[in-house]
C-alpha cells in the first residue's frame, strides 16, 4: 500500500452515531488528492462507537481504527492518533461533524501555500451557548497572551500540520499535552484561515465544567513560550543545585560511617599514593567509583568530604532520574513530588539511625553510582513516545553504554542491569522481528562488553587483572556464602515490628511493597496498550532488577539501595490506580500520602537537628576526617587513633578482625603491609586468610594487632588467622584498640 498524502486523525467519544458520515465525506474530499487515511482513535468510550469504529475499518480500506484501554482525554487521544498517523500532511479534527469535512481541503491548501508548520481552523459562527462561547473566548485570549502571539485567536482542535510538525510533538509531548501548546512551543510559524463551524447534529459536548477548567489549566502549564522554557530548564537546574546542597548538608550532618565509608576513603588514599588497585590493595568491586573518587581527591585533597560529595551527588542524580521516569511513566506532579519525598525518605543514608538501619549510614559510594546508572539505562528505554516495532539503536546504543558503566561500578548491579535491558528488548512488542532483535542484542552487548574493557584496561595493564578476578568474582562466594538474612527474614522483621506497632515498621515498610508492586504493573500493562504498555513493561523489568541489586544479603541496610526502584514503582502503580478512583478517594488518598511523608520527613528532621547539635561533642580534628561528625565521642575516638599510631611506631602493621581497620589506617597514616584494610573472611576471598596465614609463618608478616572490638558478624571473625598470628608471633603490647604480637628477636 503507498504511503498516504494526508492522514486525518480524529479523537472519538461517544460519536457512534457521527462516525460513519464523517468518515464517508472526508474520503470523498481526499479521493482527489491520492492515497490518504482517517485514523480514528476511540478513547475508552463506552456508548457503541468502538464497534462502529472497527466496523468501518474492516470495511473500508482508508479507515484505522486505534482503541485505547482507557479515557485519557482529547488530546492524548490525538498524540495516540499522531504516532499512528503515516502521512506527509496530517489533520486533526473532531468526529462531531461541527467542523465541516469540505474544510479539510481549505486547511490543506492552506498549509501547502505558506512555510507554516501549522495551520488552524479559525472556527467562525454560533455553535455552542452563550457561557461556553464567552469562557472559551477568555480562555483564548489568555492563550494568545501566555504564548505571545503565537497562537491564533480561533486555535482549537481542527488543523493541518507538516510532517516534520507531528514528528516534534511526538518528541516533546509530556503525559498532559495541549496540543496547540505544544505547536506553539514548536518554534515554527503558524498559520489560519477562517472556517465555518455548526452546531453540533446529535448529542452534546463530553466536557463538563470541571474537565474544560482541568484542561485550561494543563493547557497554559503545557503553552508556555519558549522563552518560558528556558526559564524552567533554569530553574530546573537552579532546583538540583538545591536539592544537592540540602543532600550534601544532611550527608555532612551526619556522623562518618567507620566502616565502608572510610573503608573506601583508605584504599582511594593508597591509589592516590601510587599503588596498584587490586594488585596492592583489596576491592571487592569493579574500579569505575574508585577512578571517580581519585579525580574528586585531586580536587579536593585526601579528605572525607570528597566521598560525601559524589554520594550527594549519587543520590540527587536518583532523585532527578526518578522524578524524569515518573513524568515518562504517565505521573503528573503530584506523582513526581510523592517520588521525591518517598527517596529522600527510604534511599538516603539519614534514614533513622539507631531504629533499623543503622549500618546504612555506612555508606561507600559504589552502589549508588552504579544505581544512577542503572536508572538512567530505564530512562533511556522509555525516551521513545512513537509506535515502534522495534526500538530505536541510538537508545540501545546508549544503554549498552551505561549497562557497561554500571558493570563497572559495581558488577553485580551492572550484570542484573544488563539482565532488565534484555528482559525490555524482548518484551518489547508482541510483533518483534527475529533480525532486527539480533542486531539490537549485538549492538548492546558489543556496546556494553567495550565500555567495561576500556574502564577495565588501567587494572589489566598495571596487572591487576588476576586480583580483580578473584577478589571481584570468584572469590565472592565467600561473601555470599555468609549472607544470611533472606527476604522472608526481612518480611518477619516488619512483621513483628508492625504487629507491635514499632517505629520500625514504618521504615521497612519495602519488604511488603516489594511483593505488591510488581502484580500491579503486570495488570496495569495487561490493560494498557501502545507506547504505555512497552514502558510499564520496562518498569518492571526494573523494579524486578533492582530487588535482585539486594543479593546476598536481604537485610535493611542493601533495602536502602533497592528502595529507587521500588518506590518509582510503587509510585507510578498507585498512579495507575488512582485514575480508577472516585475524586474523593483520590483527595483521601493523596492526604494519607502527605501525611505518611510528613511522618517521615519530620524523623528525619529529628535526627539531623540531633547530629547537628551534638557536633562539639562529636566533631573531630583527625587527618582526612577534620571537622566532621562521628558517632562515638571524638576525644574517645581521637585517642584511640593516638594508641594505634603509638603501636606502629612508625611501622607496617596489619590490624585484623575490625571492621573500623580502614579509619584507623585513614586517620592515623599507619601502613598497612598486605592488600586488605577490611580484614575479615568476606573480603580476604577464597585464599586470602590462607595466604596472610603463611606470610605469618614463614616470617614475611611481622606484626599484628587483633581487634580489642571484635566484629559484629561472628562467621566473618578470621579465626585461622588469629590462631597462628597467637601461636607464632608473641604477645608484645594491649591497647584499647587492639593487642599487637609480633616476631620474635
Excluded at 574500579?287 to 550527594?312: E, F, N, Q, R
Aim: glycine share 10%; net charge positive.
Amino acid at each position: 500500500m503507498l504511503r498516504p498524502v494526508v492522514s486525518v486523525v480524529v479523537p472519538v467519544f461517544r460519536n457512534a452515531a457521527t462516525l460513519d458520515e464523517l468518515t464517508r465525506d472526508v474520503s470523498r474530499v481526499l479521493e482527489p488528492r491520492g492515497p490518504h487515511e482517517i485514523v480514528l482513535v476511540v478513547d475508552g468510550c463506552p456508548d457503541g462507537s468502538l464497534a462502529v469504529a472497527e466496523s468501518l475499518a474492516g470495511s473500508r480500506s482508508t479507515v484505522t481504527c486505534v482503541s485505547l484501554a482507557e479515557n485519557i482525554g482529547q488530546h492524548g487521544a490525538v498524540m495516540a492518533g499522531l504516532r499512528r498517523a503515516n502521512g506527509h500532511t496530517v489533520v486533526v479534527m473532531d468526529a462531531d461533524l461541527q467542523d465541516p469535512p469540505e474544510a479539510v481541503a481549505t486547511l490543506i491548501d492552506a498549509l501547502a501555500a505558506s512555510d507554516h508548520g501549522a495551520v488552524f481552523g479559525d472556527r467562525r459562527g454560533r455553535y455552542d451557548s452563550l457561557p461556553r462561547r464567552l469562557t472559551s473566548m477568555g480562555f483564548k485570549r489568555v492563550m494568545r497572551m501566555v504564548t505571545n502571539g503565537r497562537l491564533p485567536a480561533g486555535a482549537g482542535m481542527f488543523l493541518a500540520m507538516r510532517r516534520s510538525m507531528v514528528d516534534r510533538l511526538l518528541a516533546h509531548a509530556g503525559p498532559e499535552p495541549y496540543v496547540p501548546g505544544l505547536i506553539a512551543r514548536s518554534g515554527s510559524s503558524i498559520g489560519s484561515v477562517p472556517v465555518p463551524r455548526e452546531p453540533r447534529p446529535s448529542g452534546s459536548s463530553s466536557y463538563s465544567h470541571g474537565a474544560r477548567a482541568r484542561l485550561a489549566w494543563r493547557a497554559l502549564m503545557a503553552s508556555r513560550a519558549p522563552a518560558d522554557a528556558r526559564n524552567r530548564r533554569l530553574a530546573a537546574v537552579a532546583g538540583a543545585a538545591v536539592l544537592f546542597a540540602v543532600i550534601l548538608t544532611a550527608e555532612v550532618l551526619r556522623p562518618v560511617g567507620l566502616a565502608d565509608e572510610s573503608w573506601f576513603l583508605q584504599v582511594v588514599a593508597r591509589i592516590d599514593g601510587g599503588e596498584v588497585l587490586y594488585r596492592d590493595v583489596f576491592y571487592g568491586t569493579t574500579p569505575l567509583s574508585v577512578y571517580v573518587a581519585v579525580g574528586m581527591v585531586a580536587l579536593l585533597g585526601t579528605h572525607i568530604l570528597a566521598v560525601k560529595i559524589i554520594s550527594a551527588a549519587c543520590y540527587t542524580g536518583v532523585a532527578l532520574i526518578g522524578m524524569a521516569l515518573v513524568g515518562r511513566l504517565g505521573g503528573g506532579h503530584v506523582s513526581r513530588l510523592a517520588f521525591l519525598g518517598l527517596v529522600l525518605v527510604y534511599a538516603n543514608p539519614e534514614v533513622a539511625p539507631g531504629i533499623v538501619f543503622s549500618a546504612a549510614a555506612e555508606n561507600a559510594i559504589y552502589t549508588p553510582l552504579a544505581l544512577v546508572l542503572m536508572l538512567g539505562c530505564m530512562l533511556v528505554l522509555t525516551g521513545d513516545r512513537a509506535e515502534r516495532t522495534d526500538p530505536p539503536l541510538r537508545a540501545v546504543l546508549v544503554a549498552g553504554l551505561l549497562v557497561g558503566l554500571a558493570f563497572s561500578a559495581k558488577q553485580n548491579v551492572g550484570l542484573i542491569a544488563a539482565a532488565a535491558v534484555s528482559a525490555a528488548l524482548l518484551l518489547w512488542s508482541p510483533r518483534r522481528r527475529l533480525r532486527p532483535l539480533i542486531r539490537e542484542f549485538a549492538v548492546f552487548a558489543g556496546t556494553a562488553a567495550s565500555v567495561t574493557i576500556g574502564v577495565l584496561a588501567p587494572v589489566l595493564l598495571t596487572g591487576g587483572g588476576p586480583d580483580l578476578l578473584v577478589y571481584g568474582f570468584t572469590g565472592k562466594t565467600t561473601y555470599a556464602s555468609q549472607a544470611s538474612y533472606s527476604y522472608a527474614d526481612g518480611l518477619a522483621q516488619w512483621w513483628s515490628a508492625f504487629t507491635a506497632l514499632r517505629p520500625g515498621a514504618y521504615w521497612l515498610a519495602l519488604y511488603p511493597a516489594a511483593l505488591i508492586v510488581p502484580p500491579l504493573l503486570i495488570l496495569a500493562a495487561a490493560r494498557a496498550d501502545g507506547h504505555r504498555r512497552r514502558t510499564l513493561t520496562v518498569l518492571l523489568s526494573f523494579v524486578l532488577a533492582g530487588f535482585a541489586t539486594m543479593y546476598p544479603s536481604f537485610g535493611p541496610p542493601h533495602l536502602l539501595f533497592a528502595a529507587p526502584v521500588l518506590v518509582l514503582g510503587m509510585v507510578v502503580a498507585s498512579s495507575e490506580l488512582g485514575r480508577r478512583l472516585p475524586r474523593g478517594l483520590a483527595l483521601v488518598a493523596r492526604a494519607g500520602l502527605a501525611a505518611w511523608l510528613a511522618i517521615g520527613g519530620a524523623a528525619i528532621a529529628h535526627n539531623l537537628t540531633q547530629y547537628a547539635g551534638a557536633r562539639d561533642d562529636r566533631t573531630v580534628d583527625l587527618p582526612r576526617f577534620s571537622g566532621v561528625s562521628v558517632g562515638i565521642n571524638a576525644d574517645e575516638l581521637s585517642s584511640q587513633v593516638r594508641s594505634f599510631r603509638r603501636l606502629a611506631d612508625g611501622r607496617p602493621l596489619l590490624l585484623i578482625n575490625t571492621h573500623y581497620a580502614g579509619f584507623l589506617y585513614a586517620s592515623s597514616g599507619v601502613q598497612n603491609p598486605t592488600p586488605f584494610d577490611y580484614p575479615v573472611v568476606p573480603s580476604f576471598s577464597r585464599d586470602g586468610e590462607q595466604q596472610l596465614s603463611e606470610r605469618v609463618v614463614d616470617g614475611s608478616l611481622e606484626r599484628v594487632c587483633i581487634s580489642s572490638f571484635g566484629y559484629r558478624a561472628p562467621d566473618a571473625v578470621p579465626r585461622m588467622l588469629i590462631a597462628t598470628v597467637r601461636r607464632t608471633l608473641k604477645r608484645t603490647d594491649r591497647t584499647p584498640v587492639c593487642t599487637l604480637y609480633e616476631k620474635a628477636p
